[in-house]
């Protein structure tokens, strides 16, 4: 068995219940009826803009007159300015008695019903709770629907966001911070762009490798993480990542993938993706597939594995995004990395640093 190290997460939560099935979306009505023990003020649903032109998932949706439904633009991943803004406004909508948060999209979408709820239930502001175990008190009730996979945003103890302010981009990492109910329908990722497709997709494959090379260490995060990683290689080393029956594996896989992560840390490449993130403004799928691009040397073998997944699936990934950058951009992708302590120590060790040199961290992103 592998030597757990106390400095990881010891007791696991998981997200409270699931159904997985093609459709789960219209066992929605009968999932929230029968919660009889919630009180019956409004539900909030907050779903990715992309549904706003879709008659049909919209109007599916069981909305009562009382009900509002918030459509969260995806241009930029979520701000802590944007969710104090989004929470005022649902405050004033009357926040006190909420019912439910339905949240329904991407990580973005899914990390901001999460941010919504948990400030809905604890007051204050986003930025209180950036970090680890800040929040004192459960949410509303939150029920996750993704609508593409790979972040495991749905299972995880987190809701990432970025501090326009500090560059800070933390989450609520928090047991509050999980779903206490999921329907993961995975028709509802047939209309995913195939670019997007393919890195939100990596996430998933890209948590577990980095879990599984880390130190903290879980037995069953280690056995979650395995079987995530081979389902990812199935579907992306297939002939077609997009073909339905790899649309369903995915969603499985971006789920173990979150619940492997809730045990662990992630490594290296979220860090720097990270400081892609912050500087470049890039999306995390992408950029953690160009700074795994560009961590040969820690990660040798996936990044390979990586290169002919991409050439697979005819996506091709960024390169030179750091080209030109000036010095005080570079100084800002070395601060908005080596901030990520846990992850860092997860890969190696707490002399991160020795290794990690600022001419270090800013060589490694001059390949990126
Ligand atoms: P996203 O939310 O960034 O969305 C990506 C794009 O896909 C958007 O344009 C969106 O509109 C579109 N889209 C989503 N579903 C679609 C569909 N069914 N059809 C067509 N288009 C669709 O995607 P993501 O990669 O899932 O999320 C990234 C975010 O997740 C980042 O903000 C990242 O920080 C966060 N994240 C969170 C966790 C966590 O544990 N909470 C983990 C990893 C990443
Ligand atoms: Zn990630």
Not at 205 to 226: F, Q, V, W
């Amino acid at each position: 068995m592998t030597k757990q190290l106390e400095t990881g997460i010891l007791n696991v939560r998981n997200v409270g219940r699931y159904i997985f099935r093609e459709h789960a979306l219209n066992l929605l009505p009968s999932v929230l009826e029968s919660r009889s023990d919630i009180n019956n003020g409004p539900i909030f649903f907050i779903v990715d803009k992309f549904f706003e032109g879709s008659a049909e998932l919209v109007s599916d949706l069981p909305v009562r007159r009382i009900d509002r439904v918030f459509f969260i633009p995806t241009e930029d991943e979520p701000t802590t300015e944007y969710i104090n803004a989004l929470y005022t406004e649902i405050s004033q909508a009357g926040g006190k008695h909420v019912r439910a948060i339905v949240g329904i999209g991407g990580g973005i979408t899914l990390d901001t019903a999460k941010a919504i709820s948990n400030l809905l239930g604890n007051g204050g502001r986003a930025e209180d709770y950036q970090g680890w175990d800040l929040l004192t008190k459960p949410g509303i009730y939150k029920i996750g629907i993704p609508t593409i996979s790979g972040t495991g945003a749905e299972a995880t103890r987190t809701c990432v966001m970025t501090s326009k302010k500090t560059g800070l981009k933390l989450g609520m990492n928090s047991d509050f911070s999980i779903y206490d109910q999921l329907l993961l329908d995975p028709t509802l990722t047939e209309t995913v762009p195939r670019d997007q497709f393919f890195f939100t997709g990596m996430d998933a494959y890209i948590h577990c490798l980095e879990a599984l090379a880390g130190s903290y260490r879980n037995p069953i995060g280690d056995a979650l993480s395995e079987k995530a990683l081979g389902l990812c290689q199935g579907v992306f080393l297939s002939d077609d990542m997009m073909e339905e029956e790899n649309r369903a594996k995915l969603m499985v896989a971006s789920y173990l993938g979150g619940c492997a992560i809730a045990t662990s840390y992630v490594g290296i490449v979220h860090p720097f993706s990270a400081g892609l993130s912050v500087v470049l403004g890039l999306h995390h799928g992408v950029a953690n597939c160009i700074a795994l691009n560009g961590l040969k040397e820690f990660y040798g073998p996936a990044q390979e594995e990586l290169t002919v997944m991409a050439e697979r699936q005819n996506v091709v990934i960024p390169q030179s995004v750091c080209a030109g950058l000036r010095q005080a951009d570079l100084d800002r992708l070395y601060a908005a990395t080596i901030i990520h302590e846990k992850p860092l120590t997860n890969a190696l060790g707490s002399g991160f640093r020795e290794i990690l040199t600022r001419d270090r961290v800013i060589e490694l992103f001059s390949h990126m």
